[in-house]
């Protein structure tokens, strides 16, 4: 919390009910029922639905200037919710980062 120097009530940060909108919060990341892993599929990369079909493959395709409708035309077995959940999903874990840990 941080400490009001005016004399006022002290300054909150945002609560997490107003962020709660975003669509890579931890709790949305509860939803991604398309985004799987699995270590005997594609090394235990993040999945669509189990198929052979990376998070990072589709997020590179719309990177380089791939449409939606292009992706789904080149995976035809794709859905456009799989597209959503990717972007979402890799958003999500660009936000995450590493703290090193101590060892003793």
Not at 67 to 82: C, G, H, K, Q, S
């Amino acid at each position: 919390m941080r400490v009001s120097t005016s004399g006022e009530a002290p300054l909150r940060p945002p609560s997490v009910e107003r962020v709660t909108h975003l669509p890579y919060t931890w709790r949305s990341m509860n939803t991604l029922s398309r985004i799987t892993v699995d270590p005997e599929v594609m090394g235990g990369r993040p999945c669509i639905r189990g198929l052979r079909v990376t998070v990072g493959t589709v997020v590179g395709l719309l990177a380089t200037g791939h449409t939606r409708e292009d992706v789904l035309r080149l995976y035809p077995y794709l859905e456009a919710d799989d597209l959503s959940e990717a972007l979402a999903y890799a958003a999500w874990r660009s936000d995450e980062f590493e703290v090193p840990i101590a060892v003793q």
